[in-house]
Structure formats: C-alpha cells, structure tokens
C-alpha cells in the first residue's frame, strides 16, 4: 500500500494500492509522477493530481525480483536492474 503523508502535520492524505515486496520509490517533482519497484516484477506509476488525489495511470512490467530502481529527474528515466536468461541487465524506462 502506497501511503501519502502531510509533512508538517503527518496526517494520511491518500492511500493507494502498490504490488508486493516493494524496495524502492521515487517522486519525480517535474512530471508529478510516483513510482514504486516491486519484486514481484512491475512497477507501479501514479500521477500526483492534487496533494490528496493520486491516479494509476500505469503498470509497467519488469521481471521478478526486481525491485532495487532509480530515478534521473533530469531525463524522467527509470533504471531497474534484472536477471535475464541469467544474464545481468539494466532496464531502461523513459517517457
């Protein structure tokens, strides 16, 4: 569960369901988006639409386990690593 919090006052402003086994998450400020990497492979995206409303408005698919991510606010890019066919590999997500 993805949970927004006021951070002056601590209050919950908006809770939303995320996938399982989340590691990572990242706001990126310039398009307002949320994400969360969750090990059971998929990411998931929400649009920040008011301080108390946060929309899905995508389920990206990785592989299992993989769960570590970051973020480049500059190019708005997602990097997540994964093991591919054995294989160590970075996944690249851009907009």
């Given amino acids: 569960m993805m949970v927004v919090l006021d951070a002056d006052s601590g209050q919950v402003v908006a809770t939303a369901p995320i996938g399982e086994r989340v590691d990572a998450a990242a706001f990126d400020l310039g398009s307002k988006r949320v994400f969360m990497s969750n090990g059971g492979g998929t990411?998931?995206?929400?649009?920040?639409?008011?301080?108390?409303?946060?929309?899905?408005?995508?389920?990206?698919?990785?592989?299992?386990?993989?769960?570590?991510?970051?973020?480049?606010?500059?190019?708005?890019?997602?990097?997540?690593?994964?093991?591919?066919?054995?294989?160590?590999?970075?996944?690249?997500?851009?907009q």
Avoid: C, R
């Avoid at 920040?48 to 973020?71: F, Q, R, V, W």
């Fill in 43 to 94: 990411i998931s995206v929400y649009h920040e639409d008011s301080k108390e409303k946060y929309a899905l408005t995508e389920t990206i698919t990785t592989s299992s386990g993989s769960k570590t991510m970051g973020l480049d606010t500059k190019t708005h890019s997602l990097f997540v690593p994964a093991n591919l066919e054995g294989q160590f590999t970075v996944l690249v997500f851009g």
